[in-house]
């Protein structure tokens, strides 16, 4: 106990820059605990001393030294004050770190926050910090509590232990740090990608955070951590750096959860306060603005409330303001609008296999292209695709081809690949939101089958490919894609698909094929040409010339040839086939013997035999071009 007249004289306390106590006074309860008033207000953030002398106990024992202690107000964490700045999800054969996982959080604000408490928590696990107080520009290195030991003897400082310690997914993971009322103070989610260093991708290397003074959880402010360590737990990052974000955000799609409300998905999270605005926001066909707007935590999604209930059958879009902006401020600049609708259950036909690349550069990985040939609007999370063995034909390794609901609307087209970033790195993408991330199956380079199904795994289309598809003459089949000429014919048929063109980059994903052929606009005449003159050279310019017969009625049996102008049979394109109200055929310039056609003169020759005796005979003269 102390002696009270020690205790009482308040020239016995002083913190330095205040000076001593205006009043002390003693605990009710408690004979042990006095209160200090002093005439000074306390700064939050502030560092204060406070020194005691002379105080005596009740025998008369004075303290030999001055004592001194820290005083100091803590304040409330706000959204990225305390940051996670690394993650060891792999440590195994880390260079010479201990080989545990672990996290790092940072105080990047200039305020000493209490962090008792807080939640550190993965999808799975979420366990709360132990009592602790981090200071301005301090780290904080959390690991399971049975690998404490190893750190600490390895001389990690400021590292703690947790009991339930959230085990950190190798392929990736979404961390995040919560306070004590709910509130996500930062989070992120990361992935190899995030990497950038083939080297330190794979395991032993920790993702270090680049610029600590950049709030947002942007993906390319990380990178493989540089220390000869394997990582920099509980100090300053080995790849500090300054990050500029300078990319605008973009919509990516719309899609109806219900009737009543849309999800709009974006590049990256918007900045909430602003785009909390429903006047932002503009829906056609008398929707007007939503009637709230939530926004999602887990991605950069907003989720809308309608005024009135979508209609099935109707295509609606929606218009985005251009003050729409992300964290950084970048301002919403492509991409303005948006089109949606309620999605349709799809059959046989409505959507059909368009392209394919199964043979990719080195750096590349295969694709697969499906067009909407149906006047309705499908989820593409409710098609599946599989492949099967060109010698049993069963189809095997099924999956979606996409993980999210996405919508295909009509004549729109959607390509699966495992990297999207590598297909719109090696070809022109005009919409790269149409490029689906996808566990695609294995589709060998020399011969494969593509199986379209839906979710019950009915079979909707299929496509056996082979090598030889390609065009004959092509130097290389490497990074070129196999395209479909006709929607309108059977894609089973080899001579409906012709290897991309050169003058496109050898690939068309998202758009258009370059060696499509448009069979509708042929007029009325019995024989159409189109086009008249063409160049099989796969330049993507007139590379096939393609025959419609349009008969005044059903039931003629046909045979078609092609001719050179000395009237030498070149090319027979069909025998005894029996047509309905019309036939389209392709010539890609080869002859029977699969030899490629000198430029000249030919006549296509159409013989029709109906069956109410009917005979008829219809020659077209036409052009083989070749460039000089």
Excluded at 221 to 227: I, K, L, P, T
Excluded at 356 to 367: K, R, T, V, Y
Excluded at 459 to 482: I, T
């Amino acid at each position: 106990m102390v002696d009270s007249a020690s205790v009482f004289s308040s020239s016995n306390f002083f913190i330095d820059g205040v000076g001593a106590p205006i009043m002390i006074n003693k605990d009710s309860i408690d004979s042990k605990i006095y209160y200090l008033k002093f005439n000074a207000v306390f700064l939050d953030g502030s560092i204060y001393h406070l020194g005691i002398v002379g105080v005596v106990d009740k025998s008369g024992n004075v303290y030999s030294d001055t004592l001194h202690y820290s005083l100091f107000n803590t304040s409330d964490a706000e959204i990225s004050d305390v940051i996670i700045t690394e993650i060891m999800s792999n440590p195994t054969d880390a260079p010479s770190l201990p080989p545990f996982e672990y996290l790092e959080i940072f105080n990047r604000s200039q305020k000493i926050i209490d962090i008792s408490s807080f939640v550190l928590s993965d999808p799975t696990t979420a366990e709360n910090l132990p009592a602790d107080t981090l200071f301005p520009n301090e780290y904080r290195c959390y690991t399971s509590s049975s690998n404490l030991v190893a750190f600490q003897n390895y001389g990690v400082n400021h590292v703690k232990g947790l009991a339930s310690f959230p085990s950190l997914n190798n392929e990736g993971d979404r961390i995040r740090l919560f306070d004590t009322s709910g509130l996500v103070i930062d989070e992120i989610t990361y992935d190899l990608s995030m990497y950038k260093d083939p080297l330190r991708d794979d395991h032993g290397w920790s993702l270090e955070r680049i610029d600590v003074d950049f709030p947002c959880s942007d993906k390319n402010n990380w990178g493989a951590s540089h220390d000869p360590s394997g990582g920099t737990p509980g100090r300053e990052n080995s790849v500090v750096g300054v990050f500029n974000d300078t990319i605008s955000p973009w919509p990516e799609y719309a899609f109806p959860v219900d009737s009543l409300h849309l999800e709009i998905g974006f590049s990256e999270f918007l900045d909430t306060i602003h785009a909390s605005n429903v006047s932002l926001f503009l829906i056609n066909q008398n929707l007007g603005q939503p009637v709230s707007i939530s926004f999602s935590s887990d991605q950069p999604s907003l989720l809308f409330q309608l005024s009135q209930p979508l209609v099935k059958g109707q295509l609606y879009s929606i218009n985005f303001d251009h003050s729409l902006h992300d964290c950084s401020g970048n301002l919403l600049k492509k991409w303005d609008q948006l089109s949606f609708a309620l999605p349709d259950s799809f059959s046989k036909g409505d959507v059909i296999i368009n392209e394919i690349l199964f043979n990719p550069h080195s750096e590349g990985c295969d694709f697969v292209e499906i067009y909407n040939a149906s006047t309705k609007t499908i989820d593409l999370s409710k098609i599946k695709m599989a492949h099967a063995d060109p010698i049993d034909g069963i189809a095997k390794d099924v999956v979606e081809f996409s993980l999210m609901p996405r919508l295909l609307l009509p004549k729109q087209y959607a390509v699966a690949a495992s990297i999207p970033s590598a297909i719109a790195a090696y070809y022109k993408v005009n919409d790269a939101r149409l490029l689906i991330p996808c566990s695609l199956p294995s589709y060998n380079d020399d011969e494969g089958i593509v199986v379209l199904m839906n979710t019950s795994l009915q079979e909707y289309e299929r496509f056996h490919y082979k090598d030889d598809f390609h065009f004959p003459f092509l130097s290389d089949p490497e990074g070129v894609s196999l395209e479909l000429i006709s929607p309108r014919r059977n894609i089973s048929d080899s001579s409906n698909w012709h290897s991309a063109s050169y003058n496109c980059g050898h690939a068309t994903p998202c758009k258009i094929n370059s060696q499509y052929y448009d069979d509708t606009n042929d007029g009325s005449s019995w024989l159409q040409l189109t086009p008249e003159l063409f160049s099989p050279d796969n330049d993507g310019y007139h590379d096939v010339l393609g025959l419609t017969c349009t008969p005044p009625k059903p039931g003629y049996m046909v045979e078609l040839s092609i001719y050179n102008e000395f009237g030498v049979p070149i090319r027979k394109l069909t025998e005894h086939e029996l047509l309905g109200s019309d036939g389209n055929w392709i010539w890609n310039g080869l002859s029977d013997e699969n030899t490629m056609q000198q430029a000249g003169i030919y006549i296509a020759l159409l013989e029709m035999f109906h069956i109410d005796g009917d005979v008829k005979k219809i020659k077209k003269a036409f052009v083989l071009g070749k460039r000089n």
